[in-house]
Each structure stands twice: as structure tokens, then as C-alpha cells.
């Protein structure tokens, strides 16, 4: 962020009386690990599902297809409500959701009814994410990146931590193992009731005094040809991601002939590189402008998207790591950007690019699996390399001045 841009945020932080609430930024940080470990838990489950109900590859991006829309369609309409009627404890109903499709998915019998179980998930995701992020947002205290990285570090370990639990607790012994998640459920719902008591603390404390809202300073037509730009890096985004979360375990097991369990362990080595990617992308922002770090996470990913391909196991590892840290990086930036754009929407903001971002995963997987059995799984990774490079378009974001 540039001097001009942090003074403002400062200035924000003194006008509203707000200090960082770290101890809130880390709970929600906590829940969104228990979301995204919940979440994590279906694609880490493919390989299961499919030896067991012999899925093609197209059923298995139906799967991912079926969840993630369910995760993206009601985001941005739960977070429009909310921003006219906040709702502290909805996120209790949304880990509910949750548990109700865990407990379905690990007695599903079916491919119809694992579509139902991941339906209910992602139903859960999306009461959650818009309020969440909105959470974050508010106890930030003006250090905007810094909490966004906070919480999507957490979502990304809970993402990481998902296929590591699965090849320890369900692979080795059998799919109605799932249920034992519910545990992580019922943690989940403990933190979520502590966070929903700040909240809605905070919403009474700013009923009581109006807030000072920082925009943008640019034409309305600019707002709209920025959020279009950020939404076709998302695209890139997310379909890569939903390439490598979905069909890298396939993709090892296929090309070096590696088993279920090593194959999961070289996803959550890339997964916890995103992790690391996402720590870092919100303070790069703050401190040298979202464009720049949007440019460069996006755009930056793909000279070694485009060798992954060609390498062997070892570098397929190391390059792995790479991408994952550097194009994980963008999302926190391209959040705070876009709630920086239309402050006066934070939910509805969050909820469009979650959702966006989801429903790009789920089209993505469904597509790509579909190429896959009518290629192979090789080829998913020769023509996804080329997805980074739509990261030069970032050079159009205007840079953020306030008023």
C-alpha cells in the first residue's frame, strides 16, 4: 500500500476507535480451518469414492461441480442480506449444514446421495464465508491485508490439513470413517459462538456511532471494469487450483505410478504451500499496493506452471511448492482490493468473490474431468499451465487513491 493509502487506513482506525482484536482474528482464523478442513474432506475422499463406486473422472468434476455451486450460487445473496440485517449466529447454522453433509457423505451408498452430502457442505460454506470475511474485515483495525492473510491462512491450513487426516484416518480403513470429522464440527461450533457474541457486541458498539467509510476515488465505469478484471483472475485462479486439488493425486498416481496415501501427501505439501502463499499476500499488499502483488502472484506462477508438466517427481514436488505459495498469494489481495472498491458492501463483495471463486472451481473440475477421460490426466496439466499468463490483465487495475 502506498503512504497516501496507509495514512488513510490509519486515520479510519482512529476515527472509529478501533484497535486490531487479534484474539477475534485468530478465532475466525480457527473457524475457517474447521470450515475448510470439513470442506477438504470431499476432494481428498475421490480416490475412495471413486475405487468404491467405480466414478468416471466426469462423475468425479460433477461431484466437485455439484458442491461448489452450492458453495458459490448462495455467497454473494447471503452476504447482500446480511449487509442490510447482520446475522452474528448464522454461521452456527452454517457449520450445521456441514455436519449434516459429513454425517450423509460417510454412509453414502451412492452416487446420487454423495451429491446430496457435498450439496449440504457446500450450503454450510456459503452461510459462512461472507460473514466471516466480514469479521475479519471489522476487527482488522485498518490492517486490512494483514487480516485477510490471517484468515485465509487459516482456510488454507484447514484445506492442507484435510487430505493428511483422510490418508491417515479413511484411506486405510473405510469410508464411513468420514464421520469421525464431526468431531472437528463440534470444535467449530464452540469457537463459532464465542466469535458470534463479539459480533454482535460490535454491531450494538456501532449502532451506537456511525462509521467513517474511506472510498475510492475513482469513476463508477472504473469500479466496474476493476471488478471485471478481478473476477477473470479468479477464473485463472481457481481453475487452476481446482486442477491441482482435485486430479493431482491422479495425476501422481497415473504418471509416477505412486499409491493413494503418497499421492495425498504430495497434495498437502502443495496445499500447505498455499498456505504460506496466503500468509504473506495480505502484508505484501499493504505494504506495496494489492495491484502489484495481484500482478505478480497471478502472473508470476506461470513459468513454472508451464514446466510442471515435463519434470520428474522430484521437481514436480519442488515445483508444486512454488506454485502453490506464489499464485495463493493473490486471493487475500484481490478480496481487500474489491472490498476496497465497494466498502459499502462488504458482504456482499465477500460473498460475490467466494462464490465466484467456488463456482470457477466446480466448472473447472467438472470441465476438466470430463477432458480427462476423454484424454488423459497428463494432458489436464499440459493445457492448465497456460492459465497463469491471463494474470497480465491485472496491469489495468487502477491504483486505489481515497477520499
Keep these: 500500500m502506498n503512504s497516501s493509502s496507509a495514512t488513510a487506513s490509519q486515520s479510519e482506525v482512529l476515527n472509529n476507535g478501533q484497535q486490531t482484536v487479534y484474539p477475534i482474528l485468530f478465532s475466525i482464523a480457527f473457524a475457517h480451518l474447521i470450515n475448510d478442513l470439513l470442506q477438504a474432506v470431499i476432494p481428498a475422499a475421490y480416490p475412495v469414492l471413486k475405487e468404491n463406486y467405480n466414478l468416471t473422472f466426469t462423475q ?134 464465542r466469535i458470534a457474541t463479539w459480533y454482535q457486541n460490535h454491531l450494538s458498539l456501532r449502532s451506537a456511532k456511525k462509521a467513517v467509510i474511506d472510498l475510492p476515488n475513482i469513476s463508477q465505469n472504473k469500479i466496474v471494469i476493476s471488478v471485471v478484471i478481478l473476477m477473470v483472475l479468479i477464473f485463472s485462479k481457481f481453475v487452476y487450483m481446482a486442477s491441482m486439488s482435485s486430479y493431482f493425486t491422479f495425476y501422481l ?42 500482478w505478480f502472484s497471478v502472473l508470476g506462477a506461470a513459468p513454472f506452471t508451464l514446466m510442471l508438466p515435463f519434470v520428474d517427481l522430484f521437481w514436480t514436488g519442488v ?38 471463486a467456488f463456482g470457477m472451481g466446480g466448472l473447472g473440475s467438472a470441465l476438466l474431468g470430463n477432458l480427462a477421460d476423454h484424454t488423459s490426466i497428463t494432458y489436464v496439466y499440459y493445457l492448465c499451465a497456460y492459465l497463469p499468463l491471463i494474470g497480465i490483465i491485472a496491469f489495468f487495475l487502477p491504483n486505489l487513491k481515497k477520499k
Design 60 to 193: 468425479i468434476g460433477l461431484i466437485t461441480l455439484a458442491y461448489q455451486l452450492a458453495g458459490s450460487l448462495l455467497q454473494p445473496l447471503v452476504g447482500l442480506y446480511t449487509d442490510k440485517k447482520p446475522k452474528p449466529y448464522s454461521q452456527i447454522f452454517g457449520m450445521i449444514f456441514t455436519s449434516l453433509g459429513i454425517v450423509s457423505l460417510s454412509y453414502a451408498d451412492s452416487f446420487s446421495l454423495i451429491i446430496v452430502s457435498v450439496i449440504l457442505v457446500g450450503i454450510g460454506s456459503s452461510i459462512f464465508h461472507p460473514e466471516a470475511s466480514r469479521i475479519s474485515f471489522l476487527a482488522s483495525g485498518g490492517k486490512r491485508g494483514l487480516a485477510q492473510s490471517i484468515f485465509q491462512l487459516g482456510g488454507n491450513a484447514g484445506t492442507a490439513l484435510g487430505p493428511l487426516l483422510v490418508a491417515l484416518i479413511v484411506v486405510p480403513n473405510a469410508q464411513h470413517y468420514i464421520i469421525w470429522f464431526l468431531i472437528a464440527a463440534g470444535v467449530g461450533l464452540i469457537v463459532l459462538s
Design 319 to 356: 515445483l508444486s511448492v512454488v506454485i502453490g505459495t506464489v499464485i495463493s498469494s493473490a486471493f487475500p489481495a484481490i478480496l481487500v482490493y474489491a472490498q476496497e472498491l465497494l466498502p459499502k458492501k462488504l458482504g456482499m463483495v465477500s460473498g460475490l468473490f467466494y462464490g465466484f
Design 253 to 294: 498416481m497415473e504418471k509416477f505410478k505412486l499409491s493413494v496415501q503418497d499421492s495425498q501427501f504430495y497434495l498437502v505439501l502443495f496445499l500447505a504451500s498455499c498456505a504460506v502463499g496466503t500468509l504473506i499476500g495480505g502484508p505484501l499488499g499493504d505494504r506495496f499496493g494489492r495491484k502489484y502483488v495481484i
